[in-house]
């Protein structure tokens, strides 16, 4: 016999089953036993023995009873490491009261008539065929009980005088190895059913814990009746077992109808010899009565050969965190959805061929000037076109898939309205989890006034507002370009300093509107008698100050001079009145008079007011002024186009008072 330690959950079952089994059969033995002890002394209580027959059934009833204990104690034994001692014990306990029987039935039936000595044997036999039943869960208990009860008295009939009872004895001493065979078939027949039982046991034990311990709800249906339910389904609808055990199963869900729509599913697909499983969203009622929604998939029982199904499996799963989290994303969805409706920008979406599969309506028609559901299968590149420059590059959408990243540009689009367009693209991938490409997802917005603004506010950054010539840092930009042109290439040019003369006299007596109209004229006249090449541009106040790139000589210089002082003493008609101003203009020239913008529009200031000085309305070129009425260069880098600071109000106030 194994250790309890050593053996499977099955063979320890079986080994305590068959024990107490025992137990429950030698218990009820003792009630068969313990009468045929009594009636077999009576005959023997006529003879002379009648103490010594006495003091043998007591003894006999004893041991029986004592081997009733020992049953007893197999039944009540909870330790199965006892289990095994407690065989022994019985086993022993056994062997003894048949000896007891046995040995008394030897001694005290010699003084009774043959009859009763064969009666006697008889009735040994019956004992011992009956352990044959009573013994049957203990092989050890049958093999030290039968032999002990037959062969005391089967050996001491051997040696009977009488034919009879020798042979009757012999046949006693046969039986035993017979009913040993018999017992030993009928003992693996019954081993081997227990074991059947427990593994069956075993295996659905296993089989109901996963079954309870399913994520979901399991529940088995007969005729609309639940038969069967695992722990997750108490716990889901808040019923305890016992309720839910024999209830109607439409009881758990809100549309009552539930139960007909699925078996009528499982019908037409098992008729279609199709999967009879059928999944189905629906409605569920909590024990409280709050609904909550459910997700159900049912599967008919049949037993093998059975044309009917034998019950309905239910599996159940609580889809209400799941319809939360749907909800959350429907939700977000519409908001999304709603944010990109509302954009004036295009939000739009690419396939794998670049052509649309979705732009919002809004953006389509501000943006591209086209409804949406016509972009949808057209291909970018034919909608966003422009044969001029700066179109869209087609190969931007190679780029993006290659490199990964967000991409944008900047380009033209011919709108059809006719209008060039200038549109700002963002383009970026997207990927599903596995990195597979899905399409571009991109954005185009139409920059146009915003760079029209930008544009103009570049424009008044450079040029002044009142007249539209260019203001001191275009001019001076101009300016310095030229000069690293000449630097490099050899080549000359002039710049002409001009301030007018009798201006402020006109704007104090006349008024601002009519000094600025003066001004707007003057510039006028000065872009009229200059080339295209020529800059002129207006400093503040009455100076102005015009680049003469690439002069062919001096005399060119001087007549272009001429032609400004000319052009500028022009008497002017404002608003009726006749209003004259004159011009007085310093020239410089570049490399003579000076190598940098500084210098150079500082001799050509001073030769300015040299002219103020000479009595206006004239031209003086600095080249051609006195040594001794030449500032130092110095001096003249310093001012550049600020001019002396400190003396610029005397030399003016000076300058008008000459003309």
């Known amino acids: 016999m194994h250790s309890q330690s050593n053996i499977s959950y099955v063979d320890r079952m079986v080994y305590l089953d068959r024990l107490l089994q025992t137990g429950q059969l030698v218990s009820t033995s003792w009630f068969i036993t313990v009468p045929l002890i009594i009636g077999m002394c009576i005959p023997m209580l006529e003879s002379n023995h009648k103490i010594s027959v ?4 007591v003894l006999a009833i004893l041991l029986a009873t004592a081997r009733v204990f020992v049953a007893i104690s197999l039944k009540r034994c909870t330790l199965e490491s006892n289990l095994q001692r407690f065989e022994v014990v019985h086993s022993v306990v056994g062997m003894v009261s048949a000896l007891a029987i046995s040995l008394g039935l030897v001694k005290f039936s010699a003084i009774l008539p043959i009859s009763w000595q064969m009666m006697y044997t008889s009735i040994s036999a019956v004992l011992a065929m009956g352990t044959a039943f ?9 093999f030290f009980y039968m032999p002990s009860v037959v062969l005391p008295i089967g050996i001491a009939q051997i040696f009977h005088p009488d034919k009879a009872v020798r042979a ?11 009913l040993a065979v018999y017992y030993l078939r009928q003992y693996k027949v019954v081993a081997k059913g227990m074991r059947v039982f427990y593994e069956n046991k075993a295996l659905f034990e296993r089989q109901k814990s996963i079954f309870d311990a399913a994520p979901n709800g399991i529940i088995v249906s007969r005729k609309g009746i639940i038969v069967n339910a695992n722990d997750y389904v108490s716990r889901m609808f808040g019923y305890e077992m016992s309720e839910i055990i024999g209830k109607n199963i439409d009881k ?5 109808d539930v139960l007909h729509k699925l078996y009528s599913a499982m019908i037409k697909f098992s008729d279609d010899r199709r999967s009879n499983q059928e999944t189905m969203e629906v409605e569920a009622v909590y024990s409280d009565g709050r609904n909550f929604w459910v997700g159900v998939v049912c599967s008919p029982i049949k037993d093998l050969g059975a044309k009917e199904e034998e019950g309905i499996v239910w599996i159940i799963s609580d889809l209400t965190e799941r319809m939360i989290v749907e909800d959350r994303v429907r939700k977000q969805q519409a908001m999304y959805q709603g944010l990109v409706e509302a954009s004036k920008d295009l939000v739009f979406y690419l ?5 649309f599969a979705y732009a919002n309506p809004r953006g389509s028609m501000r943006v591209l000037g086209r409804y949406s559901d016509d972009l949808i299968g057209s291909y970018v590149g034919d909608i966003i076109n422009h044969d001029g420059e700066n179109s869209f590059d087609e190969n931007v959408l190679t780029k993006v898939i290659e490199l990964g990243t967000m991409f944008e540009q900047e380009v033209n689009m011919l709108h059809p309205d006719g209008d060039v367009k200038l549109i700002k693209l963002s383009l970026s991938p997207i990927r599903s989890l596995d990195g597979a490409l899905m399409g571009i997802a991109g954005m185009a917005t139409d920059i146009t006034p915003s ?7 570049l424009y008044l950054a450079m040029h002044d507002e009142l007249t539209g010539l260019p203001n001191r840092r275009l001019f001076t930009d101009r300016l310095q370009q030229a000069i690293r042109q000449f630097d490099r290439y050899d080549g000359e040019l002039a710049v002409l300093m001009l301030d007018l003369d009798r201006f402020k006299l006109v704007n104090d007596t006349l008024g601002h509107s009519v000094g600025d109209r ?4 003057t510039a006028y006249r000065l872009r009229s008698v200059l080339r295209a090449s020529d800059t002129v541009a207006r400093l503040g106040g009455d100076e102005f100050i015009i680049l003469l790139p690439s002069i062919l000589n001096v005399d060119h210089v001087k007549d272009v001079a001429q032609k400004v002082v000319d052009s500028v003493g022009e008497p002017l008609m404002i608003s009726g009145q006749h209003v004259q101003i004159y011009a007085s203009v310093g020239v410089s020239l570049y490399p003579r008079d000076g190598s940098t913008a500084e210098v150079l529009v500082g001799v050509a200031d001073e030769a300015m007011y040299k002219s103020k000085q000479s009595g206006c309305n004239c031209y003086t070129m600095y080249s051609e002024m006195t040594k001794d009425k030449k500032p130092k260069l110095d001096d003249v880098a310093k001012r550049g186009f600020d001019g002396d600071v400190e003396n610029f109000g005397d030399r003016k106030q000076q300058s008008e008072s000459a003309c």
């Open 54 to 57: 006495l003091s043998w059934v």
């Open 134 to 142: 009573t013994l049957l869960y203990t092989a050890m208990g049958f």
């Open 168 to 178: 009757l004895g012999v046949m006693s001493i046969i039986m035993v190895p017979i």
């Open 252 to 256: 758990l869900f809100l549309d009552s």
């Open 351 to 355: 396939d794998n061929d670049f052509c």
């Open 451 to 457: 760079k029209e603004i930008e544009d103009h506010m």
């Open 518 to 521: 003066v001004l707007e004229m």
